[in-house]
Structures are given as C-alpha cells and as structure tokens.
C-alpha cells in the first residue's frame, strides 16, 4: 500500500473507525499524489517568477493559448477562467460558493462539521465516487423500487455490489419508512449498507413529508444503534423543486452528525438546480466528526477524480460561478420555478378531475421533474411503444404497470393534449385486445 493511502487510511481510522470500516478495497488504496506533476506544479506557479515550464497547457503572451474562432464567442471571460486546468477539487472560489448557497438553503447545516464541496463531473461522477470508494463485492446498496436506473450500473455492474429493494410507497401511499428501516436491518450481518436517498425522487417527483423524514432519519439511526455502518447518501439532483408542503430542505443536515456510525455523503449540483444539464457541474459533500478526518476523504476523492478524470471542465466551472455571484440570479431562478409549479400543478389538476380514473391511478408526486402514472388496463411497455409510433408521444416505461411522464419539458398549455394523447393511446390498445 502506497504511504500517503496508508497515512489517510490511520487518519480516517484514529478519527472513526465504522468509516474506515466502510471504505472498499479501492477506497483504502486510493490517495492523491503530493508529489506527482499537480502538486509540483502548483509550487511553481507560486514561486516560478521567471519562467514556469512545468504543466501540459500553453502560453501565449502571458495568457493561455487560445483559437480565436472560440474565444470570440466567450469574449465576456478571461481566457484565464476558461483555458487552464481546473484544480482536481474544482475551482476554489466556486466551491465556497456553492457552499454558502448549500448552507443558506439548508439551515440544519448551520454549526455543523462538513466539508468544502468538491467539483463533480455532475451527479453521476459524484455517486460514481461514493462506489468507488464505499462499495466493493456483496456490499448492500439499498435503493426503493422506483429508482434512476444508473445506480444499478454505478454500484451494481461496476463495482459488484448487491442492490436490495424496499418499496417506496406504503400501503396509504405514503414514503416507506418501516420498509426502508426493515432493509437496513437485514443488512445486521454484512454490517454495512448503503443507503441512497433521492428526493425529488426520479420517477415518481415524490419528496416524503417533514414527519416522514424524521421517520427516515431515524429509520437510519435504527440501523447504526444495530451495529450497522451506514453510508447514507442523499442524491440531491433536483434540490429545490418542491412544489407542496414537503421537506424543503435536504436530509443531509439531519444525517450530519446522526451517530458515529452513520456518514453522511451529498451529492448535488447545478444540472438540474440551475437548468445547465450539459455543463456538467456536480458536487460532492461530506460530513464528519473533525476538519483532519473531512481532509483525509476529500483526499480520497481528489485521488478518485485525478484517476478518472483528472479535474471537471474548467468553462462551465466559471460560468456556474459568475451565475452564482450575479444579482440578478435568484430572480431568475424564482422565475424558472414558477413556472415549473404551474405546470406540475396543472397535471395534478388535470388526474384529480377524474376524467381518467378508470384508466391509470398516479403515485403521489409533489416536486421534481417527474410523475408517474399507473395502468389499469394495458401494459406500459407496449402503451410507450405505441404512443410513440402513433401519436409522437415519448415517455418512459418502467415495469409493467408505470409510465413516466417529465412535465418539466411540455408547456404548461400543451399538457392537457399529452395526456388526452396518452389517454388515447390507452383505448387503442384496449380496442386491440377486446377483439
């Protein structure tokens, strides 16, 4: 084992033991080269006044070398801001900005130990990391039964963990807590699970109750008081879009400083938060008992990105920045919700009508992107497939019964026609199989 993962491993160790217990194979090995070409060339652009030949990037009249036929269209930026590398962590003044923001909206944060946010290649670099270094063969990654299919592939494929379902919903169409706190427990002899939580969940737009999530918190608490360590990580993708009277706040305050046993990992970004999904801008947050123990996983993680990656885009970095730092930008953000309210709210008004009840119920959904029909009648595959080949209609098939549909994406005027559309598409196939 390389010395400096040794090191961060007896840091981790001395400051937490269930952490270090935690760690994959991979996540003991990894650590981040202190004397590779990064590290080097950081000191000599602190100290090489006279000439700097250390990094892969070029220069050109004491600028970064650049083509014109693209720096005329980001003439607002200094090539600076655009061209060189970003640090593997990201770029600092962004990640003490997104922290101020991730404290602003989340006062249960306020006074407690977590660490400076670290620069993602957005959400699915960010859980990609959490695989990495939390989950190896036979560990549990317990997910509900409506979940993004990607976590499947990150831990699942790549890493060779065990998914264990729970359902989401209980009978009273309320989140599971019971059945989330029954999986964590069954994981009492492994004695490590993996806990995602998603909210705004994809696919259902669901966000638990203030009530449900003290039912969820201590539903993970249960699982540490057994013996269990648990990494709880909240996929934060769709943050702030909360539409009802919901938890409007991420449960990783809550989880922060839960039980010894418990680490709290955040992943977010400004894919979904600030309407930029091709920037690529992600976030990863840890919390802890100690700034030695924050800095030994923030280590890891830099050793993760710098082996994958190397570092996140440097543009959409800066320009995440200036939309952050801008006066103009919480208006503008306030704007886009709204407007996403309404046509979440009108969908809602639309199915409660009860002009469709005999044909789909729906899951509850109160935030997000998403909702998620249930059919009654025809199969959810074959209803996609013909919606799309018939109508023009795209949306997503999940299982026999349940058809994603993303308002986020259909004007607010044009919702009532894609579900009369789907609506149709139902009593054609219902034609088809009465014959």
Known sequence: MHPLAKQLNETIQSENPHVYAMLSDLGKQIYFPKEGILSQSAEAKAKAKKYNATIGTALENGKPMHLEVIQETLSAYDPKDLYEYAPPAGKPELRTAWRKKMIEENPSLEGKTIGNPIVTNAL?????????????????????????????????????????????????????AEGLRDAILAQKEKGKAIVILNFPNNPTGYTPLVEEGKQIVAAIKAGAEAGINVVAVTDDAYFGLFFEDSLHESLFGALSDLHPRVLAVKVDGATKEEYVWGFRVGFITYAGQSDAFLAALEQKTMGIIRSTISSGPHPSQTFVLHAL????????????FSIMKRRANRVKELLDSGKY???????????????????KTVDAESLRVHLLNEYGVGTIALGETDLRVAFSCIEEEQIDDLFELIYRGVKDLEKVAAR
């Open 124 to 176: 699915t670099h960010g859980l990609s990391i959490v695989a990495d270094l939390f989950a190896g063969p036979g560990d549990s990654v317990v997910i509900p039964d409506k979940n993004w299919e990607n976590y499947e592939i990150t831990f699942g494929v790549r890493r060779g963990a065990e998914i264990v379902n729970y359902p989401l919903y209980n009978a009273d169409n309320k989140f599971n």
């Open 357 to 375: 009840d005999g044909t789909w119920d729906y899951y509850p959904f109160n935030s997000g992107y998403f909702m998620c029909l249930k059919l």
């Open 325 to 336: 730092n801008a006066p103009e930008f919480n208006a503008q953000k306030q704007e886009k």
